[in-house]
């Protein structure tokens, strides 16, 4: 499973990226004004730190106008991949942008039926927003695994890209299922090493490696 980290506060990538850790990173509006950020400049900054696609979520939602913000931000660097709302526009912008060799993210998807359709437009990603439709009272996760199941029928090659993450367990069962990527908040996948027992285990090993008075080197 590829890691991307759900932000566009770019200490948090610098740091994440340092340790390894990430496939890529995923932009929306309301995290660009979280950090509080020219679009372009951030943006341009995160894409220079990561390797991996960089999600940048055009605004518009008319097509002429999605293609012409897809075509600004296709400029900021080569590994940007236009972020798509799933409307009809949206996938017909899908459709013209893939065609055009780009790399598309489809967002804002809740159901299979829409992940159908975001596949059949040739999206690089589908996002599915397991933590919002959690908050509606259905189960997100049942989500991701009927797109799965379907993805796998007809051997679609869009990526699932588990999204709208919240917890740990949410990383793990979308592992289990088999989704593609996971793009978690900074804060959720830091959470992933965690364990007490870790914590215990290191303590014990260190009180006794002292106790021995010895050192490596
Ligand atoms: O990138 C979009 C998605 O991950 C949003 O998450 O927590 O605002 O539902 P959230």
Same mark, same amino acid.
């Given at each position: 499973?590829? &890691?991307?980290?759900?932000?566009? !506060? ?17 932009? =929306? ?18 894409? !220079? ?56 993210? +489809?967002?804002?998807? &809740?159901?299979?039926? %829409? ?39 007809? !051997? &679609? %090659?869009? =990526?699932? *890209? ?8 949410? +990383? ?29 285990? *290191?303590?014990? &090993? *260190? ?6 008075? %010895?050192?490596?080197?």
């Amino acid at each position: 499973m590829k &890691f991307f980290v759900d932000t566009a !506060d770019v200490a948090e990538i610098r740091e994440l990226n340092e340790y390894g850790l990430l496939d890529g990173v995923t932009t =929306n509006p309301s995290l660009i004004l979280k950090a509080g950020r020219d679009i372009k400049e951030v943006t341009k900054e995160i894409c !220079d730190i990561v390797d991996g696609p960089v999600s940048a979520e055009v605004t518009a939602v008319d097509y002429a106008e999605m293609m012409r913000e897809a075509d600004v931000l296709s400029k900021i660097a080569d590994n940007i991949c236009i972020k798509l709302p799933l409307t009809l526009d949206g996938l017909k912008a899908c459709k013209a942008l893939t065609g055009d060799g780009r790399q598309t993210n +489809v967002t804002l998807c &809740f159901s299979a039926n %829409q992940a159908l359709l975001a596949a059949k437009a040739g999206a690089t990603y589908i996002s599915p927003f397991i933590g919002r439709i959690d908050d509606m009272g259905t189960d997100g996760m049942e989500v991701i695994s009927e797109i799965r199941t379907i993805y796998d029928n007809y !051997d &679609f %090659q869009t =990526n699932i *890209l588990a999204a709208s993450i919240r917890t740990v367990n949410h +990383v793990k069962l979308a592992a289990m299922i088999g989704a593609d990527v996971a793009t978690v908040p900074p804060a959720t996948l830091k959470a992933l090493v965690k364990h007490p027992l870790t914590d215990k285990g *290191l303590e014990s &090993f *260190l009180a006794d490696w002292a106790k021995t008075g %010895q050192k490596i080197g």
